[in-house]
T-cell receptor
Framework: KQEVTQIPAALSVPEGENLVLNCSFT??????LQWFRQDPGKGLTSLLL?????REQTSGRLNASLDKSSGRSTLYIAASQPGDSATYLC???????????FGKGTKLSVKP | DGGITQSPKYLFRKEGQNVTLSCEQN?????MYWYRQDPGQGLRLIYY???????QKGDIAEGYSVSREKKESFPLTVTSAQKNPTAFYLC???????????FGQGTRLTVV
């Protein structure tokens, strides 16, 4: 059974710092991996999607990498800002039906 | 604006009552999904549909029902058989299975 783990559960950094969020999964048979952002009481906002054949994706200050063989992904946030404060979720797509298996998230706080 | 609209934002259910959560998308996506989010847990899949008039149970379908009569609509009914329905419910869609998933803003259901 696929399991997704995100470490750390919470992270607090000063503004301007570069940071890395980690995601690991137990079964390498995935179609893709997606990173989301969730603000309190809100829905999920898609940040980056990495197909299983890809190694990384970039969007602005965000860079996500995927090492499928080792079951790991990282989300790199450059020059963090207070507006980046949110919970970050990673999810892997398994099976032909596209169902997502989620980690429990990393709650990020960026202090001014 | 294209997107996914969930309504209502807050919903209160009395014991023994059925309630229906609405999910509408104007993205012309084929696949739609319902997830449940509880504090400290990852999102869990309730039901999914890849095509009109067809849907499948997810990991926690007991006590829930869905319909998919139109491509843009995927309502979720929480029945009285669901013993612990208090949670945050999220609807998602993707163009096809295993493509980028987009989420609505969620419905918070509380039993009173």
């Amino acid at each position: 059974k696929q399991e997704v783990t995100q470490i750390p559960a919470a992270l607090s950094v000063p503004e301007g710092e570069n940071l890395v969020l980690n995601c690991s999964f137990t079964d390498s048979a995935i179609y893709n991996l997606q990173w989301f952002r969730q603000d309190p009481g809100k829905g999920l906002t898609s940040l980056l999607l990495i197909q299983s054949s890809q190694r990384e994706q970039t969007s602005g200050r965000l860079n996500a990498s995927l090492d499928k063989s080792s079951g790991r992904s990282t989300l790199y946030i450059a020059a963090s800002q207070p507006g980046d404060s949110a919970t970050y979720l990673c999810a892997v797509s398994v099976g032909s039906q596209g169902n997502l298996i989620f980690g429990k998230g990393t709650k990020l706080s960026v202090k001014p | 604006d294209g997107g996914i609209t969930q309504s209502p934002k807050y919903l209160f259910r009395k014991e023994g009552q059925n309630v229906t959560l609405s999910c509408e998308q104007n993205l012309n996506h084929d696949a739609m999904y319902w997830y449940r989010q509880d504090p400290g847990q990852g999102l869990r899949l309730i039901y999914y549909s890849q095509i009109v008039n067809d849907f499948q149970k997810g990991d926690i379908a007991e006590g829930y029902s869905v319909s998919r009569e139109k491509k843009e609509s995927f309502p979720l009914t929480v029945t009285s058989a669901q013993k612990n329905p208090t949670a945050f419910y999220l609807c998602a869609s993707s163009q096809l299975a295993n493509t980028e998933a987009f989420f609505g803003q969620g419905t918070r259901l509380t039993v009173v």
